[in-house]
Nanobody
């Protein structure tokens, strides 16, 4: 059974930083591209960042470029999202996701097969 479990969320002042982590089990981690998405109340799930199987390619939403960094450690089956210069509009539930085996990265929800439950990030002004 595939499980993705996020951690690292919390409350922070605007301008602060948080590092989210997602631990995966039940899959051959290095065969899956990974992504981070977020969903704010009343809004659609939004793509934030994605990273290829080997970690050599990463992609970001415009809202994340220059502030967020996605990384992965295939030896530990983890993917992280370093978030700096946080803004109140970054407040959302953040979820990690994994594609099906050997699928490429995607900016779309339907490009991912496995999802974590999410971790809440709240940024106050």
């Amino acid at each position: 059974q595939v499980k993705l479990v996020e951690s690292g969320g919390g409350s922070v002042q605007a301008g602060g930083s948080l590092r989210l982590s997602c631990a995966a089990s039940g899959l051959t981690f290095s065969r899956h591209a990974l992504g981070w998405f977020r969903q704010a109340p009343g809004k659609e799930r939004e793509f934030i960042a994605a990273i290829s199987q080997g970690g050599g390619q990463s992609y970001y939403a415009d809202s994340a470029k220059g502030r967020f960094t996605i990384s992965r450690d295939n030896s530990k089956n983890t993917v992280a999202l370093q978030m700096n210069s946080l803004k109140p509009e970054d407040t959302a539930v953040y979820c990690c996701a994994a594609t099906d085996v050997y699928r490429g990265t995607s900016r779309f929800v339907n490009g991912y097969k496995y999802w974590g439950q999410g971790t809440q990030v709240t940024v106050s002004s």
